[in-house]
Structure formats: structure tokens, C-alpha cells
């Protein structure tokens, strides 16, 4: 067989399910019908901690069409879940507010809820502790972070390094707890067909949440399908199974017909997971020149009562920067709160923030331009392993964003740019995000008629994995990528890991590779490279590619540029633009690839300037649930967002020789805004969501 | 208790939806989101909130855009519905839903057929002359990107497509104006 010429890969071809998508035609989840459906809806727990004590039912199911009332009393019995917020409705136990206290059922989605609304709970409730702070009491170190990361680590000795540095820099910021908000709320239809359980489902990855159904209900795998074929985003919210999930499948046993579960808007926050605030402080000491000889970052977060989860915020630190004395540590309090988990980037968006903040304010400290400071603390390896990197764009990207950016124009004077009632500035930071694959399987076939199909359990949440997987097999097979079909979302397709991490093409791609390039040899040699009258199919598993692991550091990079203005009279802030460099390997399709830069890039101004929620202390529960509260960045608050990238050839990642692109986007953004902001009107803010109120506080202090 | 009692004040509701007209009895709470999606299988339009909060199910009423989980069917009795799966011309596509392919206006396509009958109706708003918060007093519309920005700020986008889509509508409102 001759060697692949690449032609495919490369080319921002259109999204192949683009047209279903824009003509209403793509069914998510609970759209599938599923004749003689009941409608579920939960009953919220309205106590943060306690137990319930009594569940009345009877007015609930005199309503018209009400079926069931699913309490902690009659629920089905669960095997013991991996992740306990899934043993739902198995105990009387409150853990949060805004728990599944009930579960109603009924004919139709107006019956369910009024049945819901009529149920009456009674408690016993006991004190709660909601409320975070960095020196509570309760801190402690925990085993490791998310993602698997040390909790601490130490590199020569910190404090006398700090202590001996010309420069001395020492700054706390504070991140509030932020919100997936995936426009599809997490929603399930859940049909049994005896032992078999039937699935539609709107998650990150069907592979686990059959596993997870099959584990929590007793069932053989090969009994359960689940199948997620179009999802309405999820950004990290759905990357574990969610108590839909299950409540759907419960609720349909119960009733013995199929059943629709879709999650109210307000019940996100409490049920699928968040972003918990942060209080990071970094210190860092450095010469004049500005070159780093101490960094410590140290960052303290909460978690639940029922499921640790620690945002690694403090990891980034022991990536991006020389420094021959270094601590990155983390603490955290478990609290009578719904259980945080990932969203978009857990750690490094946080982590950045910080880092970045601070790496401005040493470049201020010091005199020098950030984007050079940044150049000068340049490690030749890895800080905190020593092991080299397989390639770092950090500089190409500082250097060529910065030029696109204009950046070199720029007076460094805080507070001095005005245009009118107008202050004027632009800021820099940086990104990274580590390079992660899991082990998957795929299928490839030669159909008898002509033209491919590859089969893999990846799920399309709106990354274009279906489009990018095709361009992928066609350049692995040499041909066409009109001629390939890619199938996903279904879990009795081979299975695959999650979409999350930024895994997602790396890991699936990887595996569809291997099929295709197993199944391009076959032909050619066993079959003169004619495609038997049977069609031909080949499976392949990458555990072991995988596993074989890398001597390398893998990491994507990228710089953010951007500028604001802040009107000095109401203390708006608007977003005039913003442009993200990335260094991230071999960018597949560049059209989409440019979307999910953008994307990411907006969530981060959604970070620096709209999005955070605070804690009720009374009632313990997250107070901004809604999209009326919750502010997401809208249409007019984004300017048109530049995207570049540099090419980067690296050998050392996978077959295509990409890195994620899913989160890097978000890394860094809102430092780039908040260091825009002090350049503006000469005031550091440290604390996100910076909010107009904040920006004229601060103007009136100065 | 008897079945009468068990029933839900309930009314008899005509709608016409993409041009096909339909006779209906609906539970009076049933909004016009739940009457597309559960009773007509026309999933196109989104919900999102369910609040008139996210723009999801955005759709034409009588030809201007509303958010149909805030509509109660039965408030609608003889409307003129359109929803995305009415925008097309058979297999050819409205210029926007082209637009929205060319310009990778969305990624997981939730907010997609919102956005796509808001901006229909954004067409013919300024078509017809109806002013924004951001046009100049006594100025006729010209949809450049600040007025796309501002009259598509009711539908949100978490994929973040924001600049994709504003290219897309506004690629769209200059060829329907060179027309
Ligand atoms: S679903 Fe109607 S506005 Fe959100
Ligand atoms: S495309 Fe996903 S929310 Fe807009």
C-alpha cells in the first residue's frame, strides 16, 4: 500500500450533521419519541442538610394524570454507586439543598409538574456550613487533586529564595463559583423492554453511562444501550453521568412504560455539577529584570459532603514558568453544598487566572513589558518534572499575537488612554492546557458497494467530532472523505472514552487511525486492494498506544491579547477585542477548530466580566440558578473574536499529531481582560466577576 | 373519584404551524414550546429554560419573533406559526441556514433554530424600519454588526458561535438588500 497522502486532515470542511442541525431536524435526547411516554419531574430537597422524614403523596397523585410519586421509601434499590450523588432517592439523607427529595410522574409534562409541585416534604433539619472561606477551619490536604495530580509539591526552598528576592510580589485572587449552563439541559428518556433498558441521553459519553446503569441496576452491559447522538453542549456537566440518568431509568421501571426526564433550568446548578470558587495566593520573587527565582501558588477550594472533587488550580504553576524554588499546594473544605465537578478546563482556567494576574503585576513591579517577561522565564524543561517538552509554542505565540495585536505601540502608562468618558486599555496572558488520550476502540469497514464507515461510541457535543473523525479515517484509508461515514453517540458502537479533557479527537481519532490503516493493509494485501464481495471489517484497540505513555511534557499553549474600554460614568466595561494565539499541534479542520477557540474565548469573558454565583447562607444553596440571574456572555456583549494558531509539527502526541482544543480558550482569557483592566484605569482587580459597580468603586477610590 | 373530576380544564385550539393547519385539545397550561415539541413532534424549537430566559424556542408568531414557552396555546387560537422546520423551501435552505453552514455558526446546534427564526425575524424587522435600542433617533435600521449584536442579544449561545452567527445574519441581510 502506498503511504497516506494527507488531504483531508487540514481542511475546514462543513459539519456533517451541520444541515440537521440547522434545519431542526437533529434529535437530542428526550426529542426521540417514544410512544406512550410519561413525563418525570423532580422535587427538589428544600433544606441543606438533614434528613427527610415524611413525603405526602396523596395530593400529588390526586392530581389529574399523575402515575407516581418516587420517594426514598419505594424508589428501586441501587447497587452502591461509584459516585454517590447517583444513589438517589436510597436514602432520607439531605447532603444539599436543591437534592432529589422526590420524583414525580405523570401523563403529561403539565401533569408532572403540578404532581411534583403538590408533593409535601417534611424534614429534620440540622444545622448546615455553606459558607467558604480560604481559613476555614475544616481545610484540609486531600489525597490528590483532580485529574490525579499531586496535592502538593515542593522544588528547592521557597520561602529564603522569596525572602532574598529583590522583587517581592504577593497577591490573593478569588474566582466565585461558576456554572456549566450547556443551553440542553441534562435530559433522559429511559425505556425498559424487559431486563433490556433502552436509553436516549444527553452526556459527554454513552460508554460510561452504560456501564454506570448496568453497575446500578444489576444489569449484563450488553442489556443496556445508550444512545447520545446529538448534544446540546456540556462543557464538562455531563462528562460523568448525571442523576437524570438514573432517575429516568428508575421512573420507567416504576411505571412500566417509557419515561422523559429533562432538568429544569434551575435544578442544573444543584444536580450536575459546578466550578467552585477559589482563593488562590501567589507569591512570587524575582530579580530586577524580572526573572522568577521563588513562585509558590497556593490555592484553597470547597467540595461536598458527598463526593470530593479539587479544582487542581495551583498545577499550572508547575508548568509555565522557570523557577529553581517553587510550592504549589492545595487545601480544601468539604461543606454542605451540591458536589462541584468539571467544568471547561478545571485547574488551569482558575489556576491561570491567578498566575497570569500575578505575572502581570511582577512585569509592572519590575518594569518590563509582560509579553517579555514572560519570554524571559521561559523554562528549557518542564519546572516541575524536569522532563523536556514535545513541543511548547508559548514564545511563537506571545511573538505573533502580539505582532497581529498591534502590541508593540502600546504606552504601558496605566490610566492614561482616554477617549472622552472613556479609559482605554489592553492587556496579555497566557494559556496551556495538558495533552491527555484514553485507551478506545473503533471499527472500520469496507462496504460492499463502495465508500467507508467507521463506528466509535465518541459523542459530538458540538466539537465537529463526527465531521473531524471522517476526515480523519479518509486520511488513514487514502481516500475521499466524502466517501467515509463516521457513526457515533450509541453505546453497542466500540466503545470510547469521554469528551472531556480535551481528549476527545486524540483518543477517538487515535483508534479510528489504527482501524483504518489495519483495514487499508487487508485490502491491499489480501484482497489486491478490492473490497471483498462481504465488505471487509476491522477493529482496533489503542490500550496499548496509550499506555506506552510519552518520556515528554505535553502541553498546548497559546497568549490572549485584549482591549477594553471602561466608561468612567457607569463603570461599564466593554470588550473592544480580543485575539487568541494557540501553539496545539496539527489543527485538524480549521473551521471548527477557529469555533471552539472562539467559543472557549468566550466563556473566559464570561469569567472575567458577567458569570458567578453566590451561596444563601440561610438556605445553602446557590442563589443565581437561572439564566436570568446567571449572566452568560449575550450576542452584544463578544466583539468579533480573532483566532490564530502557529503550525506545529509535534512527533510525539498521536498519529495526527494534534493536542486538544476544547479548553484552552478559556485558560488565560479573563486575565488577559482583568490585566486590560488595570491597564484601563490603573487598578488591580482581583476578584471575578469584575461587575460595573466594582470598576466605579474603584475609579472612585483612585 | 369520578373521571370528570380527574380531567384538566382543557380547550379546543386551531393553529396553523409551517402552513399546515391543525385542530388540537390541549390542556390549557400546555405553552406553545411544549404544543410544537409533545403534541405536533416538531422538536426544532429548543428549550432551553423554559423562562423566557435563553432564546431557544424562538419562534415566528404571525411573523414576529416570540419566545414560545412563554405563549399559552390556547391564548393563540387562529395563529400563523412558523418554526425552523418551516424556514427551508422544500431541500432548498433559507439563505440564513445557509449562511449559519458557511459561517460555522454554531457548534452543538441547541440554540441554533432559536437564533435562526430570530433572525428571520431581525430581517424583517429592519425591513420594515423598526427601530433598536442602538439606531440613531430618526434613522432607518442598517443591520451592521452593532445592530445584529444588540436584536440577537435575546437568544444566548454557551458554544459562544456569537461572531460566526453575527457574520451569517449580516452576510445575509447584504445579499437580501443587493437583491
Ligand atoms: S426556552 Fe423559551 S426562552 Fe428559554
Ligand atoms: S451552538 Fe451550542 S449553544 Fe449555540
Redesign the pocket.
Known sequence: MSTTSSRALGTPLRRVEGRA?ATGTARYAVEHSAPGAAYAWPVPATVARGAVTAVHCADALAEPGALAVLTHENAPRLREPQDATLAVLQSPEIAHRGQVAALAVAETLEAARACAAAVRVEYAQLPHDVVFRADHPRLYAPEQVNAGYPTDRERGGFDAAYAAAAVQLDATYRTPPLHNH???PHATVAEWDGSRLLVRDSDQGSSDARRTLADLFGLDPEDVLVVSEHV??GFGSKGTPRPQLVLAAMAARVVQRPVKLALPRRLLAPLTGHRAPTVQRVRIGADRDGRITALAHESATCTSTVREFVEQSSVPSRVMYASPNSRTTHRVVALNLPSPSWMRAPGECPGMFALESAVDELAEACGVDPVELRIRNEPDAEPDSGRPFSSRGLVACLREGARRFGWHDRDPRPGVHREGGLLLGTGVAAATYPVYASPCAAEARAEPGGGFTVGINATDI?TGARTVLGQIAADALGVPADTVRALVGRSDLPRASVAGGSSGTASWGWAVHKACRELRLRLDRDHGGAVPPGGLTVTADTTEDVRAGSEYARHAFGAHFAEVQVDTGTGEVRVRRMLGMFAAGRILNPRTARSQFI?GMTMGLGMALLEGSTVDPRFGDHVEADLASYHVPTCADVPDIEVGWIDEEDPHLNPMGSKGIGEIGIVGAAAALTNALHHAVGHRFRTLPVHPDTVLAALGAL | MDDESRRCPSSEVRLQVNGTPYRLRLDNRTTLLDTLREHLDLTGAKK?CDHGQCG?CTVLVDGRRSNSCLLLAVALDGAAVTTVEGLADGERLHPLQEAFLEHD????????PG?LCSAAGVLAEAADGMPSAVTPVGESPRLDGGEIRERMSGN??????YPN?VRAVQDTAQAGAAR
Open positions: 442541525k450547556p443551553m440542553e446540546g453542549g458540538g467559543g | 432551553g431557544a455558526a454554531f457548534q452543538c446546534g441547541y440554540c441554533t437564533q444566548l449561545c454557551r458554544c459562544g458561535a452567527i
